[in-house]
């Protein structure tokens, strides 16, 4: 699933391209990925593009907007013609100046939703999400993890508690923090707390650096592949030896996700 970085690169990828284009037509090739009336969004002009953990926003000059998530192994690809035949082409948006933006999805989970008020429905929305790691104090962060006994693990990965945090970055902020993801989260101390909060900012900042990461399905506006996944810290890694202690790395399940850990330097 893309996480933060891979939302954000595709944020700032959009905010550059479509910036002050007008929507055009809309052709919805699968009714389950689009919800709302495209209608009530020909002729609307593009103003701001934005994001709160995993969502797009799409603004227009009037009140409207679009809402974009991209769940599993949804894409947002500008001008490939590959797209316009696609199997998995869902939605193809096509802007005033003849190009088109193309939603892809292969799970269909994913949606591009028409609002009236985005305004207000951003507003709303984050009303049920936790901030992300890097807005949020390490008091606070105590806080919210000691009201529940889950894996951290599962809670670092539960929206309302932590907002873009996903399996990938999740795993490797554990493994750099050197915390075990399978203890209760009301287990952690304060420092232990600041060392995770530190360290997910720091593989979310080099995934956003590295343009996301693109071991599975994610490709970024321009339908190019990230990086990150080069630079894995554990995810994924079964059996390859830990950076720190050389222990090989193992696979475990958390929270019915899998959950890669170093036995030696994870506590």
């Known amino acids: 699933m893309p996480e933060l970085p891979e939302v954000e690169t595709v944020r700032l990828q959009l905010e550059r391209e479509i910036l002050g284009s007008t929507i055009a037509v809309v052709e919805i090739h699968e009714a389950k990925n689009f919800v709302g009336d495209q209608a009530l969004i020909i002729g609307e002009k593009i103003g701001k593009v934005g994001r709160v953990g995993k969502y797009l926003f799409v603004h227009f000059e009037s009140d409207k907007g679009l809402v974009i998530h991209l769940k599993m192994t949804g894409r947002l690809v500008l001008q490939d013609d590959f797209y316009d035949t696609a199997k998995h082409t869902r939605v193809i948006i096509t802007l005033a100046d003849g190009r088109k933006v193309y939603y892809w999805d292969i799970r269909k989970f994913g949606y591009v939703r028409v609002e009236n008020n985005l305004q207000l429905s951003i507003s709303n ?123 090989k790395l193992k696979r475990i399940v958390v929270g019915g996700r899998g959950s890669w850990i170093c036995q030696m330097c994870q506590k």
């Open 125 to 247: 929305l984050q009303k049920k999400m936790g901030r992300e790691p890097w807005d949020i104090t390490d008091k606070d962060l105590l806080g919210k993890l000691k009201k529940t006994t889950r894996p951290i693990k599962e809670a670092i990965l539960d929206q309302t508690m932590l907002a873009g945090v996903g399996n990938i970055y999740g795993n490797d902020g554990l493994w750099l923090a050197g915390i075990d993801p399978r203890r209760t989260a009301n287990s952690l101390r304060l420092t232990e707390v600041a060392k995770l909060r530190m360290s997910l900012c720091e593989v979310l900042n080099r995934g956003l650096a590295l343009g996301g990461a693109s071991d599975n399905t994610y490709r970024d506006f321009y339908g190019e592949r990230g990086s990150y996944q080069d630079e894995f810290l554990s995810y994924g890694r079964t059996g390859e030896p830990c950076n720190r202690c050389a222990t």
